[in-house]
């Protein structure tokens, strides 16, 4: 097999918007969804054995937002191997289904009710042991690197995450990366493709960093975005085929360590 094509460099014209998204491009935090799916679902039993946190790392790219990882971590746990639930695409939407019928709720309800106990799950941690919360996460230190040197040559930067806002919130803090909260979007905020288009409406230079080829393909086919730079990460939560496909496709660029962000063909580094 050939070598993928991929780039290292991101050139953006000035006053342009750098929008990333953050689990699989800023962050790794395949551990802490574990971890908190975990407490959920057995709130007086230790930690996730190893192997069940290698299995649940395994299905990662099949999950869109934190609350999903309850599912995952469950159904490992009783059994069913990450093979079976990445054969299918559409597996956790089958799950909510399934369990939402056996709760005799709308499927609509029972997301609804994961998402705030998870959320709970996570305040109680953060109140009790913020600093392991904190440490259970890792950033990608070529990422937090390239925006800390975007952001200090004048880059203009958004987050857009599935994530609850205050948790990316609390982990950009922590790095010391100056992101503006007015340009964190959440998982409050509704779909990425929105926010985009709410963004592109300011700044008719934007590019989109992500880690899911669904994602970025739900970009692609919405009208508003068509001059949208568009990137996907080759260190997260996506499969050898999602990068293949990016390779492949016209608008899709694929994005590789380490990165350099710069101003058209000026490198940020000769800037500060």
Partial sequence: MHPLKSVRKIELPHHAILALDFDGV????????????????HPESPAPSAALLAAFTQVRPALMTGYESILLIAALDHGVTPNEILAQSQWIASAIRDQAAVRD?????????LKHRF??????????DFSGWLAIHRFYPHMVD?????IAA?????????????????????MDLSVPSEAVFGLEAGPKPEVLAQLATTCKNLAFVEDRLDTLREVVADSRLESLDLYLVDWGYNRQSDREAACAHPRIQLL????TLAWNDVDWKKLT
């Fill in 26 to 41: 800023l962050c790794d935090s395949a551990s802490e969804l574990a971890h908190s799916a975990w407490r959920y679902l």
């Fill in 105 to 113: 709720l709308a499927p609509e309800v029972w997301r609804a009710q």
């Fill in 119 to 128: 959320g709970k799950v996570r305040d109680k941690w953060l109140k009790h």
């Fill in 146 to 150: 390239a925006v800390r040197g975007w």
């Fill in 154 to 174: 004048g880059g203009a930067i958004a987050v857009i995450t599935t994530k609850e806002r205050r948790f990316a919130l609390a982990l950009l803090e922590t």
């Fill in 256 to 259: 590789s360590a380490p990165v």
